[in-house]
């Protein structure tokens, strides 16, 4: 039971560009959620995050909002740069019911081309 | 330096073979968390311990054991290794009171089991 689930495998932007990743889930306690990114041979770092009590945050380049009643999350990088070829993961976290444990996506491959 | 560190980096063992993965940090976390990532899966989560005394089963805990030495040092032992655990293994912290519910992870150790 795949409780969040990222349905892009991969994905390919060109540099300056839009890149848009996507989660869903399903588990109606999640009430906070994050992005990470990973790269090769590296562990994965903390990106970005959100509450269930708003539906955006924006950091930079880097925005994500949430659609609660949808179930969704996506990420958006504006305007995507090369560095930013790694692989992302969403992850989701229920504080009332399982404090700190979070429960991560598949990932997507994201390649950002020159 | 850096803050999560996983020993060894890489492992090649065969299987029926007791391996132990160790983790050690040096950000006065309390929670320690294991998972193991595989292709297409994203990262699973087979321990978590919120202090030394304290030690929890996670999603895909068969055929692994956990040790809490100290704060700062949790290790993961397979007790007779089989080919199926052939996966990337990364090390997280977190301390919710003081980050949220941010994870911060170690370098991740590639395990191959023949």
């Known amino acids: 039971d795949q409780q969040v689930k990222q349905n892009s495998p991969s994905l390919s932007v060109q540099e300056g560009r839009i890149s848009i990743l996507n989660c869903d889930y399903t588990n109606s306690m999640f009430d906070y959620f994050l992005w990470y990114k990973k790269y090769p041979a590296e562990g994965p770092t903390f990106l970005i995050s959100i509450s269930s009590i708003k539906d955006k945050n924006e950091d930079g380049r880097f925005t994500v909002f949430l659609n609660k009643s949808a179930k969704h999350l996506s990420l958006h990088i504006v305007p995507s740069q090369p560095g930013d070829s790694a692989v992302y993961f969403c992850a989701a976290s229920a504080r009332e019911t399982s404090g700190s444990r979070l429960t991560f996506g598949e990932g997507t491959q994201l390649t950002v081309n020159p | 330096d850096a803050d999560v560190t996983q020993t060894p980096r890489n492992r090649i063992t065969k299987t029926g073979k007791r391996i132990m993965l160790e983790c050690s940090q040096t950000k006065g976390h309390d929670r320690m968390y294991w998972y193991r990532q595989d292709p297409g899966l994203g990262l699973q989560l087979i321990y978590y311990?919120?202090?030394?005394?304290?030690?929890n089963k996670g999603e895909i805990s068969d055929g692994y054991s956990v040790s809490r030495q100290a704060q700062a040092k949790f290790s993961l032992s397979l007790e007779s290794a089989i080919p199926n655990q052939t996966a990337l293994y990364f090390c997280a912290t977190s301390e919710p009171g003081r980050t949220g519910n941010e994870q911060f992870f170690g370098p991740g150790t590639r395990l191959t089991v023949l």
């Open positions: 311990s919120f202090d030394v005394k304290d030690i």
